[in-house]
């Protein structure tokens, strides 16, 4: 039996989990919402390991997730991962925001993490509609958790109280 899944509308930079999930550009240099926030609250060390898995790989593609260390955060870890921007729907967006939630549980399982706190990704300056974002990552991290053989807690942390009533709206459904 999977643990629930439970949202809050709190600030992700205090929440305590062992990792934080970080709606990132594909550079992973901060910028501005969650991201900047982010890198702010956490400090240098942040910045640092992302300019290591940029120097890598060269950067971090839609969909997919990196991890560094969380810096000052009270998080082990922060999980980047990078949203697509809405197109109208037309170019994968929902099949890419499912790949940020799987990808960045994989990695959170691969690095012993027993919770994860995850903000609204796209749903702010990439303008992915929030009902639809809501439906992809709440879908997308219950059937993870009902395939996976690790137990880990899953929070929905929201910037506003829009986002908190639409997640709420899907884990009760």
């Known amino acids: 039996m999977i643990k629930p899944m439970q949202a809050t509308k709190a600030d992700i930079t205090k929440f305590e989990a062992d990792a934080i999930v970080n709606a990132a550009n594909t550079s992973l240099i901060g910028g501005g919402g969650v991201d900047g926030a982010i890198h702010r609250a956490g400090g240098p060390e942040i910045l640092e390991g992302c300019r290591k898995i940029v120097a890598r790989q060269g950067s971090c593609k839609t969909g997919e997730a990196v991890i ?13 991962t990078v949203g697509p921007v809405w197109n109208g729907g037309h170019k994968k967006e929902p099949e890419k925001l499912a790949n940020c939630y799987r990808n960045s549980l994989k990695l959170a399982v691969e690095n012993g993490c027993g919770s994860v706190a995850f903000p609204n990704i796209s749903t702010g300056i990439y303008g992915y509609p929030k009902d639809e974002a809501a439906k992809v990552a709440v879908q997308t991290v219950r059937d993870f958790l009902k395939e996976s053989d690790r137990e880990i807690d899953v929070t929905f942390v929201c910037f506003d109280d829009e986002n908190l009533k639409l997640i709420e709206a899907q884990l009760n459904a």
């Open 68 to 80: 560094t260390t969380a810096g000052k955060l009270s998080a082990k870890f922060v999980i980047h």
